[in-house]
């Protein structure tokens, strides 16, 4: 899980800032797609990989523009897209090493940010990494493989919804860091609710393997945590700074979403509380119940253990036993039986053994 | 439980600001309630929800006023409370998503605050989200559902008691927030009642299902902890900025309130701690109780079992067993059983078993 | 045990600031003593409640005054009190709260520091709180029940030992509150060489009982802590504040017991690791006896459980069993038997269970 | 393990900065390379070390030297290099201590940087001690014995590849530190992935001795831990300094090199959580088999005993007996026994036991 | 072993600041022995008691002096001392309570550094007060009985070797202080080794006495925390203060020791780590064990408890059983008891319980 999380550097000894893609390929398709909008009119073009060199003719500086890469493999549209739009060298590097750490960074004229798109894949969380360099009027957006929580966005975008339209590049920029954020919490929710039905099971104590369930939510909500928490610093840094992409105007959208952040990480810690809670409970209830099957057998065996040593005793065949040959030995064998149990029933029942 | 602090966003790729109710709808009626006073009169509204429209010429800007809405699921309503009143979008998105974490924002000419209204409902805390919006000599205040803990504040402005009728909306607000605080003392008081009632019965061990309870009481302090940590918070924030609603001659009162929640914050970690204690203690006690149980065990069986081997084997069909015809042959034989109870008694005593 | 530090509003609702005594009331008895001293001259009354009105004229401004109540719950008392001495409402109720967290308040001419008073009683640490109002010359002290530790400063101000005489109101207020914290000491001494004592307990196993002990001196351990915790706070807020009480002169003596607390703090925080410890180094020995007891149930029952199965099987009474009649097959028995027990020590000393 | 972070003072009580060898002799070779170049050129030297003295001619002004020792142990080449160079007698300590914590400290005209080179040598981390000392155009670097991990700057120098031959000596000494953080991943990478394979081996419970590989995988960690922290740190101090041997220029490559350990930190606190958790989810599992032991166990023993005890008392050799001559008498103990069998099946089966 | 660092207050109610002896009297012997030198000559006094008088006209005030007392006990000396030298009160109390946390205080001519010197006796840490009393051109220090660890530095003055016969009584407090540290380090170092060790006993399960072994280094490393942190926090403080004894160009040597002690805490952290995870990896271990011996013990039983149910059906006396004349009944029951056996064995292997 931690894989998502760590650099593994292929480009040891290399030059810091070469071209080098990090990360598990989970795509063969280039799928490019420029979105222009002003106030006014709105254009939406995939571009096919052959026709690269239309970009730059495309864009129009008149207008807010979105081009959203889906293929961080393909090194030669980045070599491009490097070069074309000048990328700085680490700020490349930092795009293409999808084992990333969320963060922002400010170049001259641009800034990066970059974090993790989570989605459940049945019981599991696939992490993607996204990121944004927003230059004026420009926003690139890189993608691992195509399929993505846009949609609405785009939705908006053309019907013209609220400030979206009028806001510039960094409102953008915002709209998708908050629907990344937004589904942040779609996926504590599931979790979470199979979380809260864990308790049920728990406390009836219906289900052996639940200690592996508690582990498995365990991890998913460290990786929620690490996907996060420095999603949080990185606002915080945006926040503090005078001078960056975002404009005044566009700040207590961000303030919105840091707020959003610390209840999603107050969220992603009470469940992980609520978690080692549940595995305490169950530990106790297992020594609980083992403890009752031990009363059991202690039960058993300390009544009938001495009992069938005393039948064992007039089993033997020594020829000269006396209590043998008296008429109700018998009998009296089978009172001093009764005897022993029920005195053994009453003492363990005043012993709550029972 | 960490249900009533998780946002769930229903309007995920949605212009964030659009008016969406985000909650369980508790309630069906719709209250509104207009209470304005001065230092001399004071009058108390109900409003019909036909009579929305004359709202604006009841406010009388002379006066303080205090307009309470209990139906934050009725839309139409929160949509001509907030054209008329000129609410920020953010703030009245705030006011709708009942997953909202207690913060306090400020905007142009009002401020939010939010809260959640914690009840004691049989064994369960019920949540309920309290949101103000003060401005200028008016207080909005909006709940999910009709009844609350207010009566005792309106008693105090109709009986003119204290600073109340001269203070302001600021002052108001306040005197809200110290009866919602006030009710978490009464509720971890209640809950913390329970918790030192359990000592007994942990120490005397004369139940089974303290792991289920402790994990229950566990979980009631962890909706406290949630609840209140974030008006510490809260407070904090409204203590250090300079310009806010609150008047410089209040703030002492608030002040008086942080050091409540920073007290309520303390006990509420120390009754979580003392419920671990009471769960290490309770673990220990089950594993002597076990260790109990298996001596009395190991004793009955180490006795008896060589015993009964002893008498399994003159029980041996064998044509040849020369102690079989000795006359005392059957009487060494107890002995030899006596001898050797009585020493592993003497054993298992000096072994601290018996 | 918290609830001690848990303020139980019993004025929910009616003003903040009204005079309502909350806490246990522990006496009956109202004592006023104050005692007048300046360089030359000491004074000491014992004043009736019946001649409360004669305390304005005792009052001789020229000498530094120390008026100790022993009757928070007398709210006539505390009502002149509050009136002549012109109190702020809010300070009155935190001095009649008994619940309060130690905490200083600065008002307009007084200061308001209220502390817990610790004492042993038997194996609980009973808690009082004795709240002091400092103002230039006079000095009011309240505890909630006559008795209390400072005798000793009031021989010192008899015996005009040391700086006491002279160095003004805020120094008496010091040696008072320094005599509460040397007291902490005292006590965490005690406990603390109690719970030393239980090293030698433990490490021997002599007792079953220790994890109730454990458990109860982690309990006082925590008394102690919320009573030290917000002292140390306030004595830092003090030092921090440019503008109160305390006189530059005396602040250096402030310092030291702000170390006290700091070293009290540490001394508590440390037994309750040591406690800790003891805890889990108690569970690894009980785990390790039911180990060997387990070890011998299995060594017995695996010796002979086998051994008695074989002599069962020759004591069946089948016809046809040809060993039965082989004249020496009793002692091959034996000799089986004899062979089988070897083995079985000889395997379990290998495994070291024997 | 924790040998390599602890200073061993065997110059206890010698005046601090004499010149001793602190720690293993790790190598007997004594190898000096030294590498000089500008932009055109390159030139790299071994230098013997009975050609100590040509040293200072061979360094050339004009270009970044790179001085690389591999023989810490060699105290007459030390005193040399300390006395030429002018080196600082407490920097040349710390350059001798290898159980120094990494640290930056800043000298008149120099900075010493020290960091611990780990490689995986089969199971183990092995640690090794790298100072730099940096000055203007001049970087040496002490290790403790020949082979590293250079390599690749070393072919990036020749090659001219990216800013190295142009950005002086403190890019050489940043590119030589980040070989040595990216190599720290490389590590965490390796040691993680082999932490992440056991979480198979541990939800399928086919291990024994887990508990033993979870504590050697958490040492690791720890050495880790150890490692980077402290660098992370002398990173903050470097960049928080205004005025030392890296220039602005450069610093932002440092920047990267912090977001990187504070990445590498962050991924080795996780592992360790991942750890802790492994070793709870085992410790419950090891649980739950135990109580599969003791059901099966007891329900062998709880079924069997009575029936055994009921056999018996038919064994005994009682003359009066009347059951025995009862014809059916036989069979009718049979029904009785499989009566038992299954009413004691049903029961545990309601129990969930079986 | 916290009774080291808990002031035990005797003087309570005492003038603060009056002299008491606080501690156990560790030694009869008084000790006065002072050391003056500069740059050419270096005088070593043995001052007898009788001959107190006398020290001030020894002291040359050209000379760094050097008077160090064995003699804490002696109030008689102190006094003396106190008066001559003109200390503070409250320095004299702190010198004089040997439970003193460790700590620096400024007065107006002079400074007062409090440490632990810690030995090791036996397996048992010793701890001792050393106070030292730092003005211009002197420096006291007071130990509370004779031996200390100062030889080395004792005999640096005599050789002259290093600074420190010319950096003034600052820089010889620093190489006292700097002795003290360094001894930390040897007694982590030899505990540390002895924690090192013990992880081959648990790893290879040798010795049940373990829990109370890792039970008393966490204890000695409790010691040492105590001892060291104050320090930490201690040169903090002076390095931070603008304005006190130690000279600008010693502080560098300051520093050093400050990274001294972080180191010093960040090795007792790790050991304390480490003996947790031996902690729990041993417990574990104990667990598994105790399943393997309930295997053994489950194994046997549910294999042969069955069989000698068998046999005992066969051995009753019932005069009609159908079986026992049957002629190879009895080879047909063990034919039964050998399947049973061979499916019992086969069942347990599957389920890895052999």
């Known amino acids: 899980m931690s894989r998502y999380f760590t650099k ?25 797609n420029l979105i222009q ?4 009119e709105i254009d939406d073009f995939i571009i096919a990989e052959s026709d690269l060199e239309s970009i730059p003719e495309k864009i129009d500086t008149e207008k807010t523009s979105w081009l959203n890469l889906d293929a961080l493999h393909n090194l030669e549209l980045m070599k491009f897209i490097k070069s074309h739009f000048h990328i700085h060298p680490l700020l490349m590097e930092d795009i293409l090493n999808t084992g990333q750490r969320p963060k922002v960074e400010d170049f001259d004229n641009c800034s990066l940010i970059s974090m993790k ?5 049945g019981d599991e969380i696939a992490v993607e990494q996204v990121s944004f360099v927003l230059s004026e009027g420009l926003l690139l957006s890189f993608q691992e493989r195509p399929g993505d929580l846009f949609d609405l966005v785009r939705k908006r975008l053309v019907e013209a919804k609220g400030r979206i339209r009028t806001a510039g590049a960094d409102y953008l920029c915002y709209a998708l860091m908050d629907t990344l ?7 504590i929710g599931q979790v979470g609710d199979k979380v809260e039905d864990l308790e049920d099971v728990i406390l009836n104590h219906q289900d052996q393997n639940i200690s592996t369930t508690i582990y498995k939510y365990k991890r998913e909500f460290r990786v929620l945590h690490k996907a996060i928490l420095p999603v949080r610093d990185m606002l915080l840094k945006i926040l503090k700074s005078e001078d960056n992409q975002f404009k005044q105007e566009n700040r207590q959208y961000l303030r919105d979403l840091l707020d959003l952040c610390q209840q999603a990480l107050e969220s992603v810690e009470s469940y992980r509380e609520q978690l080692s809670d549940y595995h305490n409970t169950y530990n106790t209830i297992v020594n609980n119940r083992m403890n009752d099957v031990m009363k059991v057998l202690t039960v058993f065996a300390s009544i009938f253990i001495p009992l069938t040593f005393i039948a064992g005793v007039y089993g033997t065949n ?8 008296y008429k109700y030995a018998y009998f009296i064998m089978w009172a001093f039986f009764v005897v022993i149990i029920v ?8 012993n709550k053994w029972l």
Chains 1, 2, 3, 4, 5 share one sequence.
Do not use: C, W
């Not at 909008?37 to 006014?40: F, I, Q």
């Not at 954020?181 to 996926?187: A, M, R």
């Not at 005195?343 to 005043?350: E, P």
């Open 8 to 32: 593994r550097t292929i480009n040891r000894g290399k030059a810091p800032g070469s071209l080098v893609f990090i990360g598990e390929r989970k795509s063969d398709e280039t799928i490019l």
């Open 37 to 40: 909008y002003n106030e006014k």
């Open 117 to 121: 798109m989570l989605q459940l894949e």
């Open 181 to 187: 954020v937004d589904h942040y919490f779609d996926i």
């Open 318 to 325: 020594f020829e000269n036993i006396p209590e043998l040959t």
């Open 343 to 350: 005195g053994m029933v009453i003492y363990f029942k005043r």
